[in-house]
């Protein structure tokens, strides 16, 4: 599902900064309870039942609009901007 979602053409095809965790946590020796990734430019940052909530302190920082799950066997996609939830397409 991608209706509603004016951010499309900003989804990019990425690699994230780090395989390993949220880099800001990383760096600072913090822990995280789940991870996204910035669908623009492959930031790793940590979700919002962590108490960091790195990653959306990425999107407020850079306006990149769209995060995917980087959890094992989820693909589900987030658009803050649009407040919608997408579904990744087959490329």
Known sequence: MTEGCSHLDQIRDVEPGTPDGCEECLQSGDSWVNLRICKTCGHVGCCDSSKNK?????????????????????????CY???????????
């Open 81 to 91: 901007v649009d407040e919608v939830a997408l579904q990744p397409t087959a490329q």
């Open 54 to 78: 790195h990653a959306t302190k990425h999107f407020h920082a850079t306006g990149h609009p769209v995060i995917q799950s980087f959890q094992p066997g989820e693909s589900w996609m987030w």
